[in-house]
């Protein structure tokens, strides 16, 4: 049963769902239809053997149950099939060993979501096993707004996980769990969550973002970028980075940001800076980097120019040829 997709409410929901459960049908009795051990086993053997195990997964746990499905962990698969993209190798026909594998996570995380909701206290604040972290995953995605709301002001950001942080985002956004994010964000989920608060946060808070991204060696080399795309949106800031340019001599970063930033006339304003010899460096890796006819025209210009400095032209030759 998804509990992430259920349009019960989460506590009649886990009131529920023993009930629900007892009341699937089972085919024939699992634990004396199919012995532990196969003295002859077949493909229809395992198939029998699969079938079980499937039914099995929305079924409560008992010992008896949870015996039979583990004495399966450890089956070697005697039916295969060709692998689709490797032909010295197979994979099972049946997999029955991951079929048992998934009848036993099953059980795990709904024991773990039985749990949240009898004590949701302390379950909802240190999950320990990665079962009670999926449990919490889904109680955020799926709890009432106002128990999520009520959470969100009990919990330090900084105990919560990466994704936990970003369910919690999604339903309660606030300034300390954006911080939060910009500091131990990893994953592109992440990245992409960070891009799309500069939607809902002021101008200034949303640069402090910027700042610990920059700060997160996670994302550090995609930082730049965000600071991009955010000043693309506005002139005052294209003119801001453009400014820059008369600061620096090199400034990779700075690069990345114009880049990302897609300033109109920026491939006319690097071709200016080329003409400086402590920026030329700087203004001919942005137009390499921009790629465009224009761009490498301005560079091939700049190498028979006599402007042109000779470590610099050199490099340039090998961009360009």
Known sequence: MNMSKSLLPWPLLICLLPAVIAAQPLPSPVTSAVPFELHSPSEQAEAEIAARLRAL?????????????ES????????RKPHPERDSMSLPRFAIQA???????????????????????????SP?????????????????????????????????????LLLLLRRVPTLELWRELARRGSGRQSLHALQGAADQLPAEQYQELLRLAAQNPALASTSARLQGAW????????????DMLDT??????????????????????????????AHAPLAAYTLWRIGTAQAMASLQTYLHSPQALPDLAEEIRQWVD
């Open 57 to 69: 997964a929305g079924r409560s746990e008992t010992p008896e149950l949870r015996t039979w499905v």
């Open 72 to 79: 399966w962990l450890n089956y070697q698969e005697v039916s």
């Open 99 to 125: 079929l048992a594998r998934h009848v036993l996570e099953r059980w795990e995380l709904h024991a773990a979501q039985v749990a949240l909701h009898a004590d949701s206290s302390s379950g909802l604040k």
């Open 128 to 164: 320990s096993t990665r079962f009670q972290r999926q449990a919490r995953l889904l109680w955020l995605e799926s709890a009432p707004a106002s128990e999520v709301q009520a959470f969100s002001l009990t919990v330090k950001p900084a105990e919560l996980d990466e994704a936990s």
């Open 231 to 242: 000043a693309g949106r506005d002139a005052s800031r294209q003119t801001a980075l453009i």
């Open 248 to 277: 620096v001599t090199w400034d990779t970063p700075l690069v990345e940001t114009l880049l990302a930033a897609d300033i109109d006339g920026l491939t006319q304003i690097m071709t200016r800076h080329l003409q400086q010899p």
